[in-house]
C-alpha cells in the first residue's frame, strides 16, 4: 500500500468508500494486496460505526 493510498483511505467519507468500491474499474489497484485489505477493514468499521450512513450513503450513490 502506498501512503497515498493510506492518506487517500483514511480521509475518505464512508459514502466516497462507498462509490469508489461500487464504480470501480476491474483490477483497480486499490483493492489489491495489503490495500484492498486495509480498504475492506476501514470501510466495514464504517459502515458498522453508524449503519444509517450506509443506508443513506447507499441510497445518495445508486447503481447508475
Do not use: C
Not at 468500491?21 to 476501514?42: H, I, K, L
Amino acid at each position: 500500500m502506498t501512503p497515498e493510498q493510506k492518506a487517500w483511505i483514511d480521509g475518505a467519507s464512508y459514502e466516497q468508500l462507498l462509490r469508489h468500491f461500487r464504480f470501480a474499474e476491474s483490477g483497480d489497484p486499490m483493492f489489491q494486496g495489503e490495500a484492498g485489505t486495509y480498504y475492506a477493514e476501514v470501510m466495514g468499521r464504517r459502515r458498522h460505526e453508524d449503519p444509517g450512513e450506509h443506508v443513506r450513503a447507499s441510497k445518495a450513490i445508486g447503481w447508475d
